[in-house]
C-alpha cells in the first residue's frame, strides 16, 4: 500500500526557513515522479515542484524558483522541500504526491502539512 507522510511543518517569521520532508513507502520510489503541492485557504491548488525520482530533473513555479529546493534521498525513500526567504504568500497546506511524469497529475498524496509565516 503507498503511503506518503509529511513532515516538518510549522510557524515560521518571514524571511526564515523551513525543511519538509516526505517519507514514502509501499511502492518502488525510483520507478516515478514526485511533486509538492500547496493550497492556501481561498486558492487553488498549487504545484510548487517536482522531481524524477530516477534522474533527479527538477521543475518549480514561478513563484517559488531560486527560494525553494526539491531534493531526495532514494536510499530512504524520502522526499525533501527546502524553503528559505519565506514570505506570507507562502503560507499554505504543504502536500507531497507521486505525480505522472512530465504533468502535475496526482496519482497518490499524503495528508499535507502546514506552513504559516507571518509578517
Known amino acids: 500500500q503507498v503511503q506518503l507522510v509529511e513532515s516538518g511543518g510549522g510557524s515560521v517569521q518571514a524571511g526564515g526557513s523551513l525543511r519538509l520532508s516526505c517519507a514514502a513507502s509501499?511502492?518502488?520510489?525510483?520507478?516515478?515522479?514526485m511533486g509538492w503541492f500547496r493550497q492556501a485557504p481561498g486558492k487553488a491548488r498549487e504545484g510548487v515542484a517536482r522531481?524524477?525520482?530516477?534522474?533527479?530533473?527538477?521543475d518549480y513555479a514561478g513563484s517559488v524558483k531560486g527560494r525553494f529546493t526539491i531534493s531526495q534521498d532514494t536510499a530512504q525513500n524520502t522526499l525533501y522541500l527546502h524553503m528559505d526567504s519565506l514570505t506570507p504568500e507562502d503560507t499554505a497546506m504543504y502536500s507531497c504526491a507521486r505525480v505522472l511524469c512530465g504533468t502535475w497529475n496526482s496519482v497518490d498524496w499524503g495528508q499535507g502539512t502546514q506552513v504559516t509565516v507571518s509578517s
Open positions: 522531481i524524477r525520482a530516477d534522474f533527479g530533473t527538477t
Open positions: 509501499g511502492y518502488t520510489y525510483s520507478g516515478g515522479c
